[in-house]
């Protein structure tokens, strides 16, 4: 006889084709009708709030005279909350991100005393091998999964799944859903016939003889009735034992079974039985642009600079970081971070994330002017404070923007030693719109408005250096000769010819043809699935080179190249082979000088209609297989799924298509050449079908359609809404920025290094002396040079921060690659001590640090 778990629960979507105020006054209605039915009936229970705490938030907005009744219902067990804050996507979203949604969410749980100590994730659209890593930080030893699982990966719905640092947590997956016995019947007879059919579908793949029956679907009210009807069924047949239970008692029975459970190690991301939307890692991809650039912003930026604010005794706004963080997470569901909503839902999750990023720079604006207040000049003109947030001394290239009306200026250190700087763009600007005090001026003050690159050498670690502005002064250096052929420095070259670019690693000398080659195509999809028509009619930029440009400048090289592409404008004219449109993308390609890399910047005036925009990079590389970073990790992904052989014959609900997820990061490489691409913001890459040696990097999709139905690689039924949504033909200019990394001896130390340095830059800060907003001086005195401390660590740094619960500091990096590292202590003042990610002890700290796992050290 199998033992049949019912777990009642709703799925609640906080915005998907309606929008989050939609979705609130639903919950109130929802709510009130769960706690007045669980008040009448005290044997009604438990109920799962979709392991999400952000719901008791939404509903105690609306509704906080109720706060009493739920109280109660949470703390006799009968409702169940957290442990995240909100549902997740574990792909595109980045590492302290799924971190932080932990420890705010199981935080909200500890308010409320009481919390599910299961990870359920119910809808992310595929699940990151790293996903056990994160629960067993936090003491979760269980998780419950729907999408991405199939037989092909592990035989069984019950395994242990390993991480890749060794972490282990027991799994059940959903084979067919939280919604596979929805609206069931209460009139015993009509659910007695309803069952049979789930009950075998959910027992195909169990190990054990029990079962798992999730009552409840999206938004879907309380199926108060299902647990009496199947308990008057326990004695009209001898097949089932039905019991009230919950994933907590459900894992309780599993482990008690003494079964022997398979294993698994890895990602799930097969679309077997359930779609898992490999599009969504490119659809509005100014979204996830915007949400990768926030979350660096609050971690390895704001963070860094308030807790060295902190240690020289400023304030620390950790509510208010809390609260930056707590918004951002709720544009990081499945539905809203991957794009796959309405126009109107989508203009709300860009407004919450760009109300983010507007908060968090005022943040760092404003601390980095009470820290340029509190330092004595020891030089010269006006202060330009430069922040660097890796734990390590380095010399960085920083972006600035200067205002001063004079043609001539010079940057010295703390010395008078006079600093290199590129002039990298100038425009005209009127001061009143800068200065608060001039807003009310008869006329215009016009400054020179210059943007530059500064060589900032010997910066100290996680903390920053004075620099000094002196303007009408000369630069103090010499330009170098303008005349160049190619971009070239001491590592590689860059060539041009007839627009084909070739790229020459001069330490190997390996030659790399057809670089970041432009390949537009067509795509006949939807907000969730990328879909190629039968047969594309691919547009290159091959011939289309309109004007290209070289320059030499005293940090950098840099080659401009203006593109114009003859292209159809939307489906039916690249089906009728009409070039009726113009694609217009101007690259910029610089060489620095000192680095070992090619920074590429890319403008998009798009002006086309369904259709998707990549750059190509050949490799020559002729492996089975290939890399991308993962949360705190990286992952080995085969070039060719050995699924796209039998998905049409087995019937899939989509093709297991070679479109992946990274982080920033994808590396295509043997034991010694090869290339990685690491970009800002760019979440999606291709092997594409027939060139299993090339990196395609997704720039944008252009669709029109939120769902539809029949697509060749995902036939049957619309997925979402057939609803118009306009707005994700990206319309409009985008910009793009990558780095293209050739490689020399595989995956070594210099390599790591230079992707860390790229993808987290240092932060400048002009002391104009006068400020769009006035603060009275804090009367506080700082050092011109200031470290917090230092980690001559491999790890790459991840966060410095305020620590949750107790006046210390939070230190995190993570190994990168695929070798262990050495665990090293941070050199700090203050008592040290190694913790989890939930920032409690770990007890003896290893002597290394395997592959894919986060260190993490409390300063106290």
Same mark, same amino acid.
């Given at each position: 006889?199998?033992?049949?778990?019912?777990?009642?629960?709703?799925?609640?979507?906080?915005?998907?084709?309606?929008?989050?105020?939609?979705?609130?006054?639903?919950?109130?209605?929802?709510?009130?009708?769960?706690?007045?039915?669980?008040?009448?009936?005290?044997?009604?229970?438990?109920?799962?709030?979709?392991?999400?705490?952000?719901?008791?938030?939404?509903?105690?907005?609306?509704?906080?005279?109720?706060?009493?009744?739920?109280?109660? +219902?949470?703390?006799?067990?009968?409702?169940?909350?957290?442990?995240?804050?909100?549902?997740?996507?574990?792909?595109?979203?980045? !590492?302290?991100?799924?971190?932080?949604?932990?420890?705010?969410?199981? !935080?909200?749980?500890?308010?409320?005393?009481?919390?599910?100590?299961?990870?359920?994730?119910?809808?992310?659209?595929?699940?990151?091998?790293?996903?056990?890593?994160?629960?067993?930080?936090?003491?979760?030893?269980?998780?419950?999964?729907?999408?991405?699982?199939?037989?092909?990966?592990?035989?069984?719905?019950?395994?242990?799944?390993?991480?890749?640092?060794?972490?282990?947590?027991?799994?059940?997956?959903?084979?067919?859903?939280?919604?596979?016995?929805?609206?069931?019947?209460?009139?015993? /007879?009509?659910?007695?016939?309803?069952?049979?059919?789930?009950?075998?579908?959910?027992?195909?793949?169990?190990?054990?003889?029990?079962?798992?029956?999730?009552?409840?679907?999206?938004?879907?009210?309380?199926?108060? =009735?299902?647990?009496?009807?199947?308990?008057?069924?326990?004695?009209?047949?001898?097949?089932?034992?039905?019991?009230?239970?919950?994933?907590?008692?459900?894992?309780?029975?599993?482990?008690?079974?003494?079964?022997?459970?398979?294993?698994?190690?890895?990602?799930?991301?097969?679309?077997?039985?359930?779609?898992?939307?490999?599009?969504?890692?490119?659809?509005?991809?100014?979204?996830?642009?915007?949400?990768?650039?926030?979350?660096?912003?609050?971690?390895?930026?704001?963070?860094?600079?308030?807790?060295?604010?902190?240690?020289?005794?400023?304030?620390?706004?950790?509510?208010?970081? /809390?609260?930056?963080?707590?918004?951002?997470?709720?544009?990081?569901?499945?539905?809203?971070?991957?794009?796959?909503?309405?126009?109107?839902?989508?203009?709300?999750?860009?407004?919450?994330?760009?109300?983010?990023?507007?908060?968090?720079?005022?943040?760092?604006?404003?601390?980095?002017?009470?820290?340029?207040?509190?330092?004595?000049?020891?030089?010269?003109?006006?202060?330009?404070?430069?922040?660097?947030?890796?734990?390590?001394?380095?010399?960085?290239?920083?972006?600035?923007?200067?205002?001063? @009306?004079?043609?001539?200026?010079?940057?010295?250190?703390?010395?008078?030693?006079?600093?290199?700087?590129?002039?990298?763009?100038?425009?005209?600007?009127?001061?009143?719109?800068?200065?608060?005090?001039?807003?009310?001026?008869?006329?215009?003050?016009?400054?020179?408005?210059?943007?530059?690159?500064?060589?900032?050498?010997?910066?100290?670690?996680?903390?920053?250096?004075?620099?000094?502005?002196?303007?009408?002064?000369?630069?103090?250096?010499?330009?170098?000769?303008?005349?160049?052929?190619?971009?070239?420095?001491?590592?590689?070259?860059?060539?041009?010819?007839?627009?084909?670019?070739?790229?020459?690693?001069?330490?190997?000398?390996?030659?790399? @043809?057809?670089?970041?080659?432009?390949?537009?195509?067509?795509?006949?999809?939807?907000?969730?699935?990328?879909?190629?028509?039968?047969?594309?009619?691919?547009?290159?930029?091959?011939?289309?080179?309109?004007?290209?440009?070289?320059?030499?400048?005293?940090?950098?090289?840099?080659?401009?190249?203006?593109?114009?592409?003859?292209?159809?404008?939307?489906?039916?004219?690249?089906? !009728?082979?009409?070039?009726?449109?113009?694609?217009?993308?101007?690259?910029?390609?610089?060489?620095?000088?000192?680095? !070992?890399?090619?920074?590429?910047?890319?403008?998009?005036?798009?002006?086309?209609?369904?259709?998707?925009?990549?750059?190509?990079?050949?490799?020559?590389?002729?492996?089975?297989?290939?890399?991308?970073?993962?949360?705190?990790?990286?992952?080995?992904?085969?070039?060719?799924?050995?699924?796209?052989?039998?998905?049409?014959?087995?019937?899939?609900?989509?093709? @297991?298509?070679?479109?992946?997820?990274?982080?920033? +990061?994808?590396?295509?490489?043997?034991?010694?050449?090869?290339?990685?691409?690491?970009?800002?913001?760019?979440?999606?890459?291709?092997?594409?079908? =027939?060139?299993?040696?090339?990196?395609?990097?997704?720039?944008?999709?252009?669709?029109?359609? +939120?769902?539809?139905?029949?697509?060749?690689?995902?036939?049957?039924?619309?997925?979402?809404?057939?609803?118009?949504?306009?707005?994700?033909?990206?319309?409009?200019?985008?910009?793009?920025? +990558?780095?293209?990394?050739?490689?020399?001896?595989?995956?070594?130390?210099?390599?790591?290094?230079?992707?860390?340095?790229?993808?987290?830059?240092?932060?400048?800060?002009?002391?104009?002396?006068?400020?769009?907003?006035?603060?009275?001086?804090?009367?506080?005195?700082?050092?011109?040079?200031?470290?917090?401390?230092?980690?001559?660590?491999?790890?790459?740094?991840?966060?410095?921060?305020?620590?949750?619960?107790?006046?210390?500091?939070?230190?995190?990096?993570?190994?990168?690659?695929?070798?262990?590292?050495?665990?090293?202590?941070?050199?700090?003042?203050?008592?040290?001590?190694?913790?989890?990610?939930?920032?409690?002890?770990?007890?003896?700290? @290893?002597?290394?640090?395997?592959?894919?796992?986060?260190?993490?050290?409390?300063?106290?």
């Amino acid at each position: 006889m199998k033992t049949v778990h019912l777990v009642q629960h709703t799925h609640w979507d906080r915005e998907w084709y309606f929008t989050e105020n939609d979705s609130k006054v639903v919950l109130y209605y929802f709510m009130l009708d769960l706690l007045t039915r669980m008040e009448q009936d005290e044997t009604l229970g438990p109920f799962i709030l979709d392991g999400q705490t952000v719901m008791l938030e939404d509903f105690l907005a609306v509704a906080p005279e109720q706060r009493e009744r739920l109280q109660k +219902l949470v703390t006799d067990g009968r409702v169940l909350i957290g442990p995240w804050y909100t549902q997740s996507d574990f792909l595109v979203v980045g !590492a302290e991100s799924i971190a932080r949604n932990l420890l705010f969410g199981l !935080a909200d749980c500890k308010a409320w005393g009481s919390y599910m100590p299961v990870g359920y994730v119910p809808d992310s659209f595929g699940q990151s091998a790293q996903l056990p890593m994160f629960l067993s930080e936090f003491a979760i030893d269980s998780a419950v999964i729907w999408r991405g699982w199939c037989e092909r990966d592990v035989a069984r719905s019950e395994f242990y799944w390993r991480a890749q640092g060794g972490q282990s947590v027991l799994t059940a997956v959903l084979p067919w859903g939280y919604g596979c016995a929805k609206w069931l019947p209460t009139e015993p /007879e009509k659910l007695g016939e309803a069952l049979p059919p789930i009950l075998e579908k959910q027992a195909r793949f169990s190990a054990t003889d029990h079962l798992l029956l999730p009552n409840g679907n999206d938004q879907s009210p309380f199926e108060y =009735g299902v647990p009496e009807a199947l308990e008057q069924l326990n004695s009209r047949q001898q097949e089932y034992v039905f019991k009230r239970s919950s994933f907590s008692d459900f894992f309780s029975a599993l482990r008690a079974s003494g079964e022997s459970l398979p294993e698994w190690c890895g990602e799930l991301l097969s679309p077997k039985y359930m779609r898992i939307h490999r599009g969504i890692f490119s659809t509005r991809a100014d979204i996830k642009q915007l949400n990768a650039s926030l979350e660096q912003l609050l971690s390895q930026t704001l963070e860094p600079l308030l807790a060295l604010g902190w240690r020289l005794g400023l304030p620390y706004p950790q509510h208010a970081v /809390e609260t930056l963080w707590r918004e951002a997470m709720k544009s990081h569901a499945h539905d809203s971070i991957g794009g796959c909503n309405s126009d109107r839902v989508n203009q709300m999750v860009k407004g919450r994330l760009q109300s983010g990023k507007e908060s968090a720079q005022q943040l760092f604006d404003l601390n980095m002017k009470m820290l340029a207040e509190g330092i004595e000049a020891r030089q010269q003109g006006k202060k330009i404070l430069v922040f660097n947030p890796l734990p390590r001394t380095r010399d960085a290239e920083v972006s600035l923007t200067l205002f001063t @009306p004079e043609h001539a200026f010079r940057i010295v250190d703390e010395n008078g030693n006079a600093c290199v700087w590129q002039l990298l763009h100038e425009a005209p600007q009127d001061m009143s719109l800068v200065v608060q005090e001039q807003s009310n001026s008869t006329s215009p003050t016009w400054y020179r408005k210059c943007q530059i690159l500064l060589a900032a050498r010997d910066l100290p670690a996680c903390g920053y250096q004075t620099f000094y502005l002196q303007e009408g002064e000369s630069s103090g250096f010499e330009l170098p000769e303008p005349q160049i052929s190619a971009l070239e420095n001491v590592w590689l070259r860059l060539e041009i010819n007839a627009g084909v670019l070739t790229l020459i690693d001069k330490r190997s000398g390996e030659v790399y @043809p057809h670089i970041l080659r432009l390949v537009d195509g067509e795509d006949a999809g939807d907000n969730y699935n990328y879909s190629p028509p039968e047969e594309d009619w691919k547009i290159t930029g091959d011939g289309c080179l309109h004007h290209s440009n070289l320059e030499r400048g005293p940090l950098k090289d840099t080659l401009l190249l203006d593109w114009r592409i003859p292209a159809p404008v939307d489906s039916a004219s690249r089906r !009728a082979r009409r070039l009726d449109a113009l694609l217009e993308v101007t690259m910029t390609l610089s060489l620095p000088h000192d680095r !070992a890399w090619l920074d590429v910047e890319i403008e998009v005036n798009n002006t086309l209609r369904d259709h998707r925009l990549q750059v190509e990079l050949p490799t020559d590389i002729h492996q089975a297989f290939h890399f991308a970073d993962q949360p705190f990790g990286l992952i080995q992904r085969e070039n060719i799924p050995g699924a796209l052989t039998v998905w049409r014959q087995e019937n899939w609900t989509e093709a @297991p298509a070679s479109l992946w997820p990274m982080q920033s +990061l994808a590396l295509l490489h043997d034991r010694q050449r090869g290339l990685g691409v690491v970009t800002a913001g760019l979440r999606e890459y291709e092997i594409p079908v =027939g060139q299993p040696d090339t990196l395609a990097i997704t720039l944008f999709r252009s669709v029109g359609w +939120l769902g539809q139905a029949a697509l060749p690689w995902r036939p049957g039924r619309a997925s979402g809404m057939v609803l118009p949504s306009p707005d994700s033909q990206m319309p409009g200019i985008h910009r793009f920025h +990558l780095a293209v990394l050739p490689m020399n001896n595989g995956q070594d130390g210099a390599f790591w290094h230079a992707v860390e340095q790229w993808r987290t830059p240092a932060s400048g800060y002009l002391d104009t002396g006068w400020s769009r907003f006035r603060t009275n001086p804090h009367d506080r005195s700082f050092p011109s040079r200031f470290s917090v401390l230092n980690w001559e660590s491999q790890l790459h740094f991840s966060t410095l921060k305020k620590a949750q619960n107790e006046e210390a500091l939070l230190l995190r990096g993570w190994n990168p690659g695929l070798e262990q590292l050495k665990n090293i202590m941070p050199d700090a003042d203050g008592q040290l001590e190694q913790v989890t990610l939930a920032e409690l002890p770990v007890g003896n700290s @290893p002597d290394s640090v395997a592959a894919g796992k986060p260190v993490s050290w409390l300063i106290r």
